[in-house]
Antibody, heavy 120, light 106 residues
């Protein structure tokens, strides 16, 4: 079965760049029909969809967080990535990667999540 | 953006009992609604999609109904493992949005 795993620094300084990678196992990231997505959850809060990258590199971002967001995909490594520039304390959150179903829209499976703290 | 409002935010229930959570959308999303369950420290888990279709492996004590702007998630015969936070999500349009969550407590 498909599994996702986030990796990246757990601490980022304000104004710097947050970079996370999601490694997909048990299936090919190159197969169509899925949107490879990032979702975050601020401490004790709800879920916020950040955006997705498609297998062909097409992206779609949430306008609420669009500024400074770049997503990319590396099919040779079966990975996709999130970069968030010029972070502030408001970007402190648990970041999840997830596979989004193209037609039905749901996210499944999810990675376990990684806490990223923005602090000097 | 489509706003989703869940009610209540907190719910107390007993093992063996039943609960109903409501999710209201700010505009018509037909049946494009998804439900997740999240336990502390864990990623959300897909429960059902298209309003009422159970994800494989999800017990039949979970059920969903609704259309348009009002949806419900009902859990009957509550089990200890059902005490968690539940989120609805709309998949009608972008950006994808979630409800604020409903915590079901013992």
């Amino acid at each position: 079965q498909v599994q996702l795993q986030e990796s990246g620094p757990g601490l980022v300084k304000p104004s710097q760049t947050l970079s996370l990678t999601c490694t997909v196992s048990g299936g090919s990231i190159s197969s169509g029909g899925y949107y490879w997505s990032w979702i975050r959850q601020h401490p004790g809060k709800g879920l916020e969809w950040i955006g997705y990258v498609y297998y062909n590199g097409n992206t779609h971002y949430n306008p609420a967080v669009e500024s400074g967001v770049i997503m990319s995909i590396d099919t040779s490594k079966n990975q996709f990535s999130l970069r968030l520039n010029s972070v502030t304390a408001a970007d402190t959150a648990v970041y999840y990667c997830a596979r989004g179903a193209e037609w039905l829209g749901f996210f499944d499976p999810w990675g376990q999540g990684t806490l990223v703290t923005v602090s000097s | 953006d489509i706003q989703l409002t869940q009610s209540p935010s907190f719910l107390s229930a007993s093992v063996g009992g039943s609960v109903t959570i409501t999710c209201r959308a700010s505009q018509d999303i037909t049946s494009y609604l998804v439900w997740y369950q999240q336990k502390p420290g864990k990623a959300p888990k897909l429960l059902m999609y298209a309003t009422s279709t159970l994800q494989s492996g999800v017990p039949s004590r979970f059920s969903g109904r609704g259309s348009g702007t009002e949806f419900t998630l009902t859990i009957t015969s509550l089990q200890p493992e059902d005490f968690a936070t539940y989120y609805c999500q709309q998949v009608k349009s972008y950006p994808r949005t979630f409800g604020q969550g409903t915590k079901v407590e013992i």
